[in-house]
């Protein structure tokens, strides 16, 4: 999931459990015909007309989708010109596949995302998958999920490889996760020219069941060891709660 806004010159790149879809809720009130958004379908569409936008997400998004797909296929195929959507289909879309394929806004528009401490984002990407995708009669132990996480550390699991490119961070700016709303007027209001007015819905934060997960100091450990680019890079300790 990403932002390209041609109108206001930014890009914006969606890390797992960071707030993203909230986030781009709140964007997608300011975007123009032109701009660029892939974002969940949870979302409010974008308020402009199917095919007159390179939105993704627009107001006839189930429909949408299905057309969206043949046109995908056919441009794989070489039998339709690319549009320039297609070049941001798939889920958290990496900033290496973004400055390959948009060069020049890469360049010249500001590029930001949203961190969080790294233990605390895993923890909760966990709790997510348990109460939301996985078996609810299996659901995963910490364990397994950790295990999955080492094996596919750069297909989701880790925000360190979404943002950085060969080991480099490479935003221009960076939102703090507990300091969400006030680090993001920041960056519109005096980095963007955006008349930001704080409002960002909740999503997915009803999802959750309000069940005690146990968290081992063991977890912790293998947390720091997958995740230690991202730790170091940040000097991210153990939240209190999690102790």
């Known amino acids: 999931m990403a932002i390209i806004s041609h109108k206001h010159s930014f890009i914006f790149i969606h890390c797992r459990k960071t707030a993203g879809t909230s986030i781009e809720a709140s964007l997608i ?27 993704i997400t627009t107001k006839f998004p189930y429909i949408e989708k299905s057309i969206k797909k043949i046109i995908i296929k056919l441009s794989e195929l070489g039998l339709v ?33 949203v961190i969080r401490n790294t233990y605390d984002r895993v923890i909760s990407q966990w709790r997510w998958e348990v109460n939301n995708i996985r078996n609810k009669t299996n ?12 094996k596919d550390i750069k297909n989701g699991y880790s925000s360190w490889y979404t943002y950085t490119i060969d080991g480099e961070p490479k935003m ?3 939102i703090n996760f507990d300091n969400l709303n006030h680090d993001l007027k920041r960056i519109l209001n005096k980095k963007i020219g955006i008349n930001f007015d704080g409002w960002m819905p909740k999503k997915k934060s009803n999802t959750r069941r309000e069940e005690e997960f146990e968290i081992k100091k063991k977890h912790l450990r293998r947390i720091e060891s997958i995740h230690k ?13 999690l102790l």
């Open 29 to 55: 009130r300011y975007l123009g015909n032109r701009d660029i958004i892939k974002t969940g379908l949870e979302n409010e569409p974008v308020k402009h007309p199917i095919f007159k936008t390179r939105n």
């Open 81 to 113: 010109r690319t549009p320039e959507w297609v070049l941001l289909n798939g889920s958290h879309i990496p900033a290496k596949k973004i400055s390959e394929r948009f060069k020049n806004p890469w360049q010249n528009y500001l590029k930001f995302c």
């Open 139 to 150: 659901d995963i132990s910490l364990d397994r999920f950790l295990d999955e996480s080492k």
């Open 172 to 174: 221009d700016d960076y």
């Open 229 to 241: 680019n991202e730790i170091d890079h940040w000097n991210f300790d153990v939240p209190g709660h």
